[in-house]
């Protein structure tokens, strides 16, 4: 009975350990390539990288996270409202050096530690207290800016309506 019991508990741990699979490749006579988990004549055995598995969070660090959104709203809910006073949208101009000055404003003004921000394209290009934000060398055509007010983690609580502009630079074609 207990050679029975020792060798049911061995195939046990032999089923449960780690299952090393090798992967085979076959190229056929027209070329065709195949996989297989088994070898075959003319096969050669390919290396494989492991999985990338991830670890999803646990339920109290989603609630945090929850609550630092919360934290976010409420913080922006301060703010009525933040704009571009310049460009207006829809506006275009020329600039030789590719120079834009952007200037914004919020109601009320901004609290201490927050920021405007700048994104021109989907990409942030600068940061001010002041209202205002130069941005150097852009490129002629339309562009898309995007305003918002940050706070001291640089976390968006504020967003603004985005204005389309289009700059006019000299070309050496011309």
Do not use: C, W
């Not at 309506?161 to 074609?173: A, E, I, L």
């Amino acid at each position: 009975m207990n050679s029975r019991l020792g060798i049911s508990a061995g195939l046990l741990l032999l089923i449960a350990g780690p299952v090393a699979a090798e992967v085979y490749r076959n190229v056929d006579a027209q070329g065709n390539v195949t996989f297989s988990d088994e070898p075959s004549k003319g096969a050669e055995a390919v290396k494989v990288k492991p999985v990338t598995t991830i670890t999803l969070p646990k339920p109290q660090n989603v609630r945090e996270t929850d609550k630092l959104r919360e934290d976010v709203k409420r913080e922006g809910a301060i703010y009525k409202s933040v704009s571009f006073t310049y460009p207006e949208n829809e506006q275009a101009f020329y600039s030789g050096s590719g120079d834009v000055r952007f200037e914004m404003q919020s109601t009320p003004g901004l609290e201490p530690g927050h920021k405007y921000e700048v994104t021109l394209d989907g990409q942030p290009v600068g940061q001010s207290t002041s209202g205002t934000v130069t941005i150097s060398n852009v490129f002629r055509g339309t562009h898309e800016a995007g305003i918002h007010i940050v706070d001291n983690n640089g976390v968006q609580i504020k967003t603004g309506s985005s204005v389309r502009f289009t700059v006019h630079r000299p070309s050496t074609q011309n």
